[in-house]
């Protein structure tokens, strides 16, 4: 078999036999979601779990953590299968995202933010639910209702929040701080991972794309949905 650019790789063994570019690739992919779902489970879901405010609040965060730890599982487990050693799937061994270097202190901050930063995860998802590579293809399926989850649950209880007038301002002042730092988070236009990723079928959208798909969201759920403003994203 002959993989090259438009071919679907359906096995782990074929994988060991495409081009090194393709493998590449595909690797990175993997690598970036093993730790940055196991970072954002450590300095997000797990500390919510004590800043939510009932019981019922406290179960559905800590099924969140629950997700978020599952997912670096996932991940790592099939970049074992690809010849990644485990060490280099953990945040000790790849910077993170800056999107995590946030300092969550409240309830309130951890809503916003399952708003924000999930709907990102979600469009990114939505790419690798159609990958070339079978293999990550379907573990995106598989992890793509739990994202969507976590973003209803910030709906959810920032809804709950907001039904408190008196806290409106509290809320739009997590997202004036958090909002602007979503900017890097789908990367650099002109990417020439991105480009790549393209080529070989494993994403589908540009950069710009998925980061337009994102403002749109944010309108609609942070504007439309709850009445609140968007501040202008900085680099």
């Not at 096995?11 to 036999?17: I, N, P, S």
């Amino acid at each position: 078999m002959t993989i090259q650019p438009g071919t679907q790789v359906n096995t782990v063994e074929e994988f060991h036999k495409a081009p090194d570019e393709f493998r590449i690739a595909v690797e990175k992919i993997v690598i970036s979601h093993a730790v940055n779902e196991l970072y954002g489970a450590r300095v997000f879901d797990e500390p919510a779990v004590a800043l939510a405010p009932s019981p019922y609040a406290k179960w559905l965060t800590c099924r969140i953590a629950m997700e978020e730890y599952g997912h670096h599982v996932r991940f790592s487990e099939l970049g074992e299968q690809l010849g990644i050693e485990k060490p280099r799937m953990t945040p000790e061994h790849k910077k993170p995202l800056s999107i995590f270097e946030f300092d969550m202190e409240s309830w309130a901050e951890f809503c916003v933010i399952k708003i924000l930063a999930d709907t990102a995860e979600v469009i990114q998802v939505e790419d690798l639910i159609h990958c070339s590579f079978v293999p990550l293809r379907k573990l995106a399926r598989m992890t793509m209702p739990e994202e969507k989850f976590h973003v209803q649950f910030g709906m959810d209880f920032t809804a709950e929040i907001l039904e408190d007038e008196d806290r409106k301002a509290e809320v739009q002042d997590v997202v004036n701080r958090y909002y602007p730092m979503m900017h890097k988070f789908f990367g650099r236009s002109q990417s020439e991972n991105n480009r790549i990723y393209r080529k070989w079928g494993i994403k589908q959208r540009t950069n710009e794309d998925m980061a337009k798909a994102y403002v749109d969201l944010m309108q609609e759920k942070i504007v439309g949905h709850f009445g609140l403003e968007l501040p202008t994203a900085t680099e």
